[in-house]
């Protein structure tokens, strides 16, 4: 059959139109207009005058952003690596059972993730608080010092991080346990002829088959930490807001309670090529080592 | 083609009926942030008002999250003429939102139609709600802390005065002898303090600071002259009690009216918005005997910080209240100002002067004892940077939480507090 390229193109642009324009209002033109901001002293609602870089040069020297920097900086650290791993480590497991105790079991684990944020909020609020936490409690039963984890700036990033990698480990065991499944019996069953113990067929070939899902994971979790907000807002409020200032927050902070939203584009627009990089880099290094093997 | 033409009759008259109905029934959009016992009594006020205005004016009452949640969806529902026809407003909120223009102003016409005025509330009530000498809400109550006791427990411990009030209320010395008797009389808690909310804390320490006259602006400077000396003195009073065991640590507001209604802790300093909490407790035979004083004096005389609830018309953008809608918004305001004796069965104490001079009100219990506070009355300083989830309260709860759990010296708080407040 004869096709009609011009044509073909046409219907083909007349399809992605919808999206283009969704996705150029509601992203491309935001985000333009972000830059613009962030380059003027406009309060929340409305515009301001043009200032140059004055909104980026106070930045090294803004005490709160440091915190912010860091304290982002610190929960990725908390919580990618060890959150994968354990994702890992769990689907491993799961894939072990089989039939209706597998779903049984998957469920358990992928039951916290479709709870909403203030729901995990309330839940763990209630096993730590400092006065009426049940694991409070328990702290007492064993003779131990209760400990305002919420409120210590010590124990607030680690705990926070180790909800967060409880309430979203389910969506990434189900990558994992996908991954696992497309993994050919043949070829296990193959290194059992050769007397491949267990933990070598794990090395040789469950972990860089698995490679690329890891990759995929790690960049996923990478971007969504990196843009923490939530958690860190409703566990902090009250509280010590601005010793457990994240960037999202400190962007939350200067455009609605402060007023500022210029300099609150800023913030975002550091935020915004932070997470370009790191996860450009990310998902090239991970790409680069795991090539290796091959 | 006689069917259309008389389909096309029907639907004429049917969008004719439509909007004269809408004309006899104006519906008012309402935004509110009361979600406590508060919350109950004003639902129960808006539905009298709706019975009372029958046929005539309709609220149309939503309630939402109070704080940064309120004030975050005010600002931008304002800036895309989406925000309802009227909403309550903190008066401490007012610089800010008068600068962003998102308040239209109440003119002398609208008190006049109202019937209220400037003679009908307190100065420093009707100044709150001013800037520039116009006015941008009306004042419906002013909302202080005070201090409640548990009766039983302070008699047990032998602390509770003839007059049925808390012994040692007069010096910074004879309120911490006080606590201490409590102490030795087996409660676990003397004092019930919201420790792990600095946000809260805010208004007992400048409460505090307020009776030894402290200022936390002067002239549009922070913390001025010896005032962030007597910033020092209050956090020193606060986190003396708790290194002496005096009062809860790391307790949030929840866990302090817990504290304190279970009988843990034997007295508390929380807003008079609790007092229906504990009414309604007390009348379901579920409380002790309680009272509500206003706060002892620890420095140099009475003082008390409150804020204000007030009645604000939010300036939509692009879209202009028709005439109607403004009579009826009106209306309501007029008429929730001089029906507020109800709410004052909700603790607060109303702005609207013929009420509190009224004999009912006078006869009310706890509203009576506390009220001779409103002579002492100190509010936020005026500057877009304070009020209810402003960035004053941010810097300030950040350093309010480890200096009075005892993590922190109240000098270095200081220090920090004023390089927070510089870098705002």
Redesign the interface.
Known sequence: MLRNRRNEGLFGLALVAPFVAIYGLVFVYPTIKLFMTSFTDAPLIGDGNFVGFDNYARLPSDRRFGTAVWNTAYFVLITVVPGTLLAFAIALGVNRLAGRLQAAVLALFFLPYILPVSVVYLLWDWTLNFQFGIAMYLFDMLGIARIPVFKSTAWFMPAVGMITIWWTAGFSILLFLAGLRTIPTEIYEAAALDNAGRWSTFRRITWPLMWPITALVLTIQLISQLKIFDQVYLFSVGGRPNDNMVLVYYVFQRAFQSDQGGRAAAVAVVLFVIVIVVSVLNFQLTRLSGGRDR | MPNWFKLTKAVLLAGGLMTSVAHAEETVTWWDFFGGGDGVRMKQLVADFNEAHKGKIKIDATTLEWG?PF??KV??S??VGEAPDIMTYHASRIP?AV????LQEITADDWKTMGLGRSDYAPATWEAVSIDGKQYAVPLDTHPIVLYYNKDLLKKAGVLGDDGKPKGMDSRENFTATLKALKAAGVKFPLGSVT?????MFRTVYSFMGQQDGELMTDGEFLAGDSAKKLENSLAVLSEWTKEGLQ??????P?TV??FTSGEAAMMINGVWEVPTMTDLKNNGKLFEWGAVELPVIFDHPSTYADSHTFALPANKGEEMSPEKRAAVLEVMSWMSKNSLFWATAGHIPAYGPVTNSAEYKAMEPNHTYSSLTANIIFDPKT??AGI???IF??M??FF??TL?G?MEPAKAVEEIK??LA??
Not at chain 2, 99 to 102: N, R, S
């Open positions: 940064t004030y975050s600002q931008t304002a800036a800010l600068k962003q223009g998102i792990a909310d600095g946000n809260f809860s640590t790391y307790t949030d507001y866990a817990a504290l877009p940077l989830a402003g960035p941010d810097v709860s950040n939480v480890p759990n993590e390089a927070g870098e705002l």
